[in-house]
């Protein structure tokens, strides 16, 4: 079974800086799906980034980028000049591209990011 | 627009009755699918369902059930058999390769 671990329970990042949120997965699949999403206070759950497993680059969002290391199993979000609105919840997930197959999605337990002023 | 909506957004209950969040999409979606959330956790999978009139259990389905008679619609039941039903409730659809998008949620609680 696929395993999805966060291991920064709570982050801490001065307004204007870069912090980066680790994520480290477990399957035996080759193709698959990777995301980050954000919950805010508001508790709405919000897309941050999408990675395809097959694609080398890394994906960017503009102040959201990842570092996707295939081979190590590590998927971690980089936010570069932070602002307060980022603060929020984080979390990893992943899905199996194999087809036909599930369409469950495996979710880490989060990352509590605070922005400081 | 396109999205999820759940209602109500706040819901409470006594305990020993049954009560069914509501959650409905017009994003043309397969998939849906519920979790739960507990104060400062992860999401649980309770149940999802890939296809119309089929739906498979999640991690903790005991004391949920689920219909899907409708592509758009995918309503939860949380029965008097869920021991601790108070959380805060999240659903959610995908296309089959495609990202999952979450409605606003129901915050759930019995008195």
Known sequence: AQTVTQSQPEMSVQEAETVTLSCTYDTSESDYYLFWYKQPPSRQMILVIRQEAYKQQNATENRFSVNFQKAAKSFSLKISDSQLGDAAMYFCAYRSAIYPGTYKYIFGTGTRLKVLA | ?111
């Open chain 2, 1 to 111: 627009d396109g999205g999820i909506t759940q209602s109500p957004k706040y819901l409470f209950r006594k305990e020993g009755q049954n009560v069914t969040l509501s959650c409905e999409q017009n994003l043309n979606h397969d998939a849906m699918y519920w979790y739960r959330q507990d104060p400062g956790q992860g999401l649980r999978l309770i149940y999802y369902s890939q296809i119309v009139n089929d739906f498979q259990k999640g991690d903790i389905a005991e004391g949920y059930s689920v219909s899907r008679e409708k592509k758009e619609s995918f309503p939860l039941t949380v029965t008097s058999a869920q021991k601790n039903p108070t959380a805060f409730y999240l659903c959610a659809s995908s296309q089959s390769t495609d990202t999952q998008y979450f409605g606003p949620g129901t915050r759930l609680t019995v008195l």
